[in-house]
């Protein structure tokens, strides 16, 4: 059983430039979150999909917004890069059906912005 | 003042102790509470979940929690090298998503 899969493993992008990271949640897992970690800080909430909508959102600019597909897979776009955000990125999945928290999170996608 | 605050450490301790991590909060609408490990730059791991007040065991882990002080506790029993890591404290009203602290970063000294 695949748990929540990220990629790229690890991106280079400059100032002003646009990226976009994937996610594939676990077998089972119809929620998909993103969360920003900076080096020596923990995981920051960016945002949260279910049903291919935005469901709740974190304290983070317009620049960043996601997608979610039908299969329940996840992008998280972020636009005019700033050199504050390199960080890894992390997705988190969970089946909403379940009354629980429980997050699971995948390995990441280190973002660097030169 | 920060919803989460944690101790970043590092936490140094020799092998076979008994360790204690913990972190205090703010926000009294935080219902459920979670423990991570996360190793250097992988995602985090689940280890523990806790909803509301009491203790929870499993295997060589003890998570307790006590809102009333807002005040959440995570106990390693035996501790092993391989415990050598970051421990996330998370928790959440359930309607928003997680808030994390800063992390321990845990020494066990073989």
């Known amino acids: 059983d695949a748990g929540v899969t990220q990629s790229p493993t690890h991106l280079i992008k400059t100032r002003g430039q646009q990226v976009t990271l994937r996610c594939s949640p676990k077998s089972g897992h119809d929620t998909v979150s993103w969360y920003q970690q900076a080096l020596g800080q923990g995981p920051q909430f960016i945002f949260q999909?279910?049903?291919?909508?935005?469901?709740q959102r974190g304290n983070f600019p317009d620049r960043f917004s996601g997608h979610q597909f039908p299969n329940y897979s996840s992008e998280l776009n972020v636009n005019a890069l700033l050199l504050g955000d390199s960080a890894l990125y992390l997705c988190?999945?969970?089946?909403?059906?379940?009354?629980?928290?429980?997050?699971?999170f995948g390995s990441g996608t280190q973002l660097s912005v030169l | 003042q920060k919803e989460v605050e944690q101790d970043p450490g590092p936490l140094s301790v020799p092998e076979g102790a008994i360790v204690s991590l913990n972190c205090t909060y703010s926000?009294?609408?935080?219902?459920?509470f979670m423990w991570y490990r996360q190793y250097s730059r992988k995602g985090p791991e689940l280890l523990m979940y806790t909803y509301s007040s009491g203790n929870k065991e499993d295997g060589r882990f003890t998570a307790q929690v006590d809102k009333s002080s807002k005040y959440i506790s995570l106990f390693i029993r035996d501790s092993q090298p391989s415990d050598s890591a970051t421990y996330l404290c998370a928790m959440t009203g359930g309607a928003d998503g997680l808030t994390f602290g800063k992390g321990t970063h845990l020494i066990i000294q073989p």
């Open positions: 988190a999945s969970r089946p909403q059906s379940l009354v629980s928290e429980k997050l699971f």
């Open positions: 926000n009294s609408a935080f219902q459920y």
């Open positions: 999909y279910y049903e291919e909508e935005e469901r």
